[in-house]
Structure formats: C-alpha cells, structure tokens
C-alpha cells in the first residue's frame, strides 16, 4: 500500500482536529523516543518485531540522515507519531503509535506536509488497511511496486529534514 503526498485525503474530521490546535507537532526531535514507543506491546495484540537490536539500526540510520520521525503533542505531551526511512523521493513508513484519538493521523498528515516541501513523491505504507485507504493510499501490484522504486528511490530529494515544529 503506497500514498502518494498530493493523494493525502484529509478528511472533515481531521480537518476539525487540526483546526481545534489542541495537537502540537514536531520532526526529528524524539526519534528514540518514538520508535520505543511504535515497539511497545499493543492492547490489540502481542509485542512488535521491533527488538532492541532493531531499535540501535533505526538510530543509527536516523543519525546518519535517513532515519525520520513525525511527532506529536499535546500540552507537551508526546501522544503519537510515526517514524520511516527516506531513500532518494521516497519515504518508507515503517511504524505509528497513538496515545490520544488521531494523534497518529495529525503526524501522517505533518509527514505529507514534510514530503511535499521534500519533493518526496511517494510513501510506503507497507500493510494495507481500510484506515491508509480513507487517507488517500492505495494497494499496487508488486511490479508497479518496484517501477516506483526504480523511478523514485533512485533521485535526489529536495531540502534537508531539520528539527522544525508546526
């Protein structure tokens, strides 16, 4: 399932959501502290795949420039966010977490903002869902897949993520 930034379907309840200002967020100020939070164990089901070791290799992408995450606040409060690695124009979404109602939609939405301003034309979603569907994502074939990544991994991106607050 892959979005495509100028795809991104925000919806009326989003839309509200962000209006009210109630969330806050940021890129690339907590990365550690979001990918601890992606790997803890879910209500709905066991642990994640993300072990320790997982864990020092996303860190030590993220210090070298490809590693990125998305936060999200309220009253300074980390409640959600998401965190990928970006390869030439394109973004691999690789885990979110929520702790607070559409805390997780408010970062996608953040992350689309980021892309576009990177020139970053398409985001890995990975699984598909019913929920990635009503934002806008769509399933592909496996060869389109790889089309995509053959056109797009391959380039150079515009701008250079920064820690920057919205």
């Not at 569907?133 to 991994?153: K, P, Q």
Request: proline residues 2%; contains cysteine; aromatic residues 10%.
């Amino acid at each position: 399932m892959v979005l495509f930034p100028n795809e991104f379907v925000l919806s009326r309840s989003l839309k509200k959501t962000l209006r009210t200002k109630i969330f806050s967020t940021r890129v690339d100020t907590a990365f550690s502290t979001v990918i601890k939070a992606c790997a803890a164990p879910r209500r709905s089901g066991p642990d994640t795949w993300l072990n320790e070791r997982m864990i020092e290799a996303y860190e030590a992408l993220h210090l070298i420039g490809y590693g990125h995450c998305v936060e999200t606040y309220c009253a300074d409060q980390l409640v959600g966010g998401l965190y990928g690695l970006q390869l030439g124009q394109v973004f691999f979404g690789e885990s979110m977490f929520s702790l607070q109602t559409d805390a997780s939609k408010v970062a996608l939405s953040r992350l689309v903002d980021e892309c576009k301003i990177r020139d970053i034309e398409l985001i890995d979603c990975q699984l598909a869902s019913n929920h990635l569907a009503s934002l806008g994502a769509r399933e592909v074939s496996r060869s389109a897949f790889v089309d995509y990544l053959n056109r797009y991994a391959r380039r150079i991106a515009s701008g250079i993520w920064a820690n920057a607050s919205g």
